[in-house]
């Protein structure tokens, strides 16, 4: 019983192993016969020619291909003339149309995907024509009379055209989570700046359900990098602009002591905190240094603490700036410039600081000589 057991997994995996994955692409462009025909494989950043063929004289082609995943191809006549396929490992794709109007005149059947980039292309396609078509009309207005009382109008319908197309691949990506096809749909830009979907959401949920299913393929591995990095500038855009507006809930800052402990800028909550970014080789904080102490030692039984954020890359200067300013108050850094703290807090000039209230609130900024003293003064009368 066991060989017989043994026998059947051998004969499934080779069942499983032989089983043909390739796909076949084909199809026939009318006015097209004796031309090549390429198909490329689309990398992250380049195209890859896989084979060519000369359209017989029906206009007629075929294709043959292995994927072991949906995979973007270009099939394409010449650098302004192709169209996307997504091409899944067992697909019959069949693609027919006009050779001399390849783009805007050809039908796909056999491919889910390539369908759906098919409709992607097509309102794509409408909704630029349409603003293109708005943009000429601005241009030939502007230096008529009429510019001023047909302008609100155009940039409604600009706007409305714009926003119209978004959604609809907005909503395309939230349904399709798992296609390739949405991968496509994320991409799409107005120009070279302005992509067509802003929906930071929907990126992480296609970037997710792609690459749960396709963990190696190099498109999804690709989005989800991109989604992680969007992530991480949204965040810190969001931080420095609370910062920037003196907003409430002050990101936090975790860097090691002078002796290696690890101290946290949330901790103080309940005092009142200068927050002060300087460094050991700068001429101006080593000036200030002093004075804070003299502030910290007048405040500090009152609620009062000092955290300086060091943004320096030489542990020797700092712990001898630290001795010398007799700096006795909280002292952290990295050693590496403290980058991700001082970024967080737009740190543009040194030495920088920020009075924190005792929630946490920024309550004023950048106070120097009598005016901290004076600040300090007024909270502890």
Known sequence: MKKAYYFLIILFLLSACGRNSNFTISGQLNGGAGKTIYLNKLLISNQLITDSI????????????????????????????????????????????SYNNFTRDYKISGSTGSEMLRDLDGRFIKAKTQLDSIRVLYNSLKNNPVYATKVEALNSRYNGIATEHSNYVTSFVKRNPFSLASVYALYQKWDESNFVINDLQAMKTAASALYSVYPKNEQVIALYNNTLQFIKEERNKQLVNAVKNNAVNTPNIVLP?????????????????????????????????????????????????????????????????????????????????????????????????????????????????????????????
């Open 54 to 97: 000369q359209l017989n004289s029906s206009g007629e082609f075929k294709f043959k291909g292995n994927a072991s995943s949906p995979t973007f191809y270009l099939l394409k006549l010449s650098k302004n003339s192709y169209v996307t396929l997504l091409v899944d490992s067992t697909e019959n794709v069949r693609v027919n149309g």
């Open 257 to 381: 002591d002078a002796d290696g402990h690890s101290r946290d800028l949330w901790s103080l909550h309940g005092k009142y905190v200068l927050l002060y970014f300087w460094s050991a080789k700068d001429r101006t904080s080593r000036i200030v240094n002093p004075v804070l102490s003299e502030l910290y030692h007048k405040f500090k039984s009152r609620g009062f603490e000092i955290f300086m954020v060091s943004v320096d890359n030489d542990r020797a200067a700092w712990m001898e700036a630290i001795a010398s300013d007799n700096l006795s108050c909280i002292n952290v850094g990295d050693m590496k410039g403290s980058f991700q703290a001082a970024s967080n807090y737009n740190i543009q000039e040194l030495p920088f600081n920020y009075l924190i209230d005792k929630e946490g609130n920024i309550i004023a900024r950048n106070l120097r000589g009598p005016a901290l003293n004076q600040a300090l003064n007024q909270i502890f009368k």
